[in-house]
C-alpha cells in the first residue's frame, strides 16, 4: 500500500525507492500502535481509580434520570442508580437525593417516578427533591 502523499513526494525528488515507503508505514504504523497502547493504559488507570476510589460524603446525591416503563417502573439501569443514591443516604453520605428526569410523550414523570421509588425504600419525601423539567438547577440548592 503506497501513502500518495509519500509517492507524490518522491516522484518530483526522485530520491525514494519502495524501501523508503516501506520504512514510512512501518514508522506510521508502531506509532500507531504505541499511541493506542497507551489510551489502552490510561483508560485502565481511569477505570480502577473509579474503582478504588471511596466515595465521600456530600450534601446531595444527584440522580439523572433513565427509562420509565410504561407501568411506572424504573428500568434497571435506573434503579440501580435510585438504588445506589438510597444506599448512599442510608449510611448517611448525602442529606438529600435529588431527582431529574423529563416527562415523556404519554406523561410519564422519570422524576416523580424516582420519588416513589426511592420514598418505597424509607426515604422520607422530604429529603428528596424532584426536578421534573430534566434540568439539574443549582439555585434549588442555594436556599440551604
Not at 445506589?84 to 443516604?89: G, L, M, T
Request: with cysteine; hydrophobic share 45%; proline share 2%.
Amino acid at each position: 500500500m503506497r501513502f500518495p502523499s509519500i509517492s507524490r513526494c518522491c516522484q518530483i525528488q526522485g530520491k525514494c525507492s519502495d524501501a523508503s515507503e516501506d520504512f514510512h508505514l512501518n514508522h506510521f504504523l508502531k506509532i500507531t500502535a504505541c499511541l493506542w497502547v497507551l489510551w489502552v493504559l490510561a483508560g485502565m488507570v481511569l477505570v480502577s481509580a473509579g474503582l478504588l476510589t471511596r466515595a465521600q460524603s456530600a450534601d446531595v446525591a444527584i440522580v439523572l434520570g433513565n427509562t420509565v416503563y410504561r407501568d411506572g417502573s424504573p428500568s434497571p439501569r435506573l434503579a440501580a442508580r435510585l438504588d445506589r443514591a438510597s444506599q448512599c443516604f442510608q449510611q448517611r453520605q448525602c442529606r438529600f437525593i435529588f431527582v431529574s428526569g423529563g416527562v415523556d410523550a404519554s406523561g410519564t414523570d422519570e422524576a416523580a417516578t424516582m420519588r416513589a421509588y426511592l420514598m418505597r425504600r424509607g426515604i422520607a419525601a422530604d429529603s428528596i427533591v424532584v426536578d421534573s423539567a430534566g434540568g439539574v438547577r443549582i439555585s434549588v440548592f442555594k436556599a440551604g
